[in-house]
Nanobody, 120 residues
Framework: QVQLVESGGGSVQAGDSLRLSCTVS????????MGWYRQAAGNQRELVAT???????KYADSVQGRFVLTREDAKESIYLQMNNLKPEDTGVYYC??????????????WGQGPQVTVAS
């Protein structure tokens, strides 16, 4: 079974920085698109940043210029560097990966979601 292992959440002050990490582990053949989503209390899950194969990096308007998504294929990992954090960035951050397995084709998998809390 594919697992996404995340780390890096926490509680910070506005203006601080955090770095989230996500690593795909267990059985898979190829990793496709990967990205980060977040969900604030009472809100729907929203896209933060994604790396789409053949289409590069994309960011939500609210984080453009503050967040940087990087991908390291050799480690089956992506990272989200979050700078100049704002209280509205508070939420649970979920890593998502599209994984191909010869056994059953493509599937989307989610991490457990570290909490990010930004105090004003």
């Amino acid at each position: 079974q594919v697992q996404l292992v995340e780390s890096g959440g926490g509680s910070v002050q506005a203006g601080d920085s955090l770095r989230l990490s996500c690593t795909v582990s267990r059985t898979f053949d190829t990793i496709g698109d990967m990205g980060w989503y977040r969900q604030a209390a009472g809100n729907q899950r929203e896209l933060v940043a994604t790396n789409t194969i053949g289409d590069g990096m994309k960011y939500a308007d609210s984080v453009q210029g503050r967040f940087v998504l990087t991908r390291e294929d050799a480690k089956e990992s992506i990272y989200l560097q979050m700078n100049n954090l704002k209280p509205e960035d508070t939420g649970v951050y979920y890593c998502k990966a599209r994984v191909f397995r010869a056994l059953d084709g493509y599937g989307d998998f989610w991490g457990q979601g570290p909490q990010v809390t930004v105090a004003s």
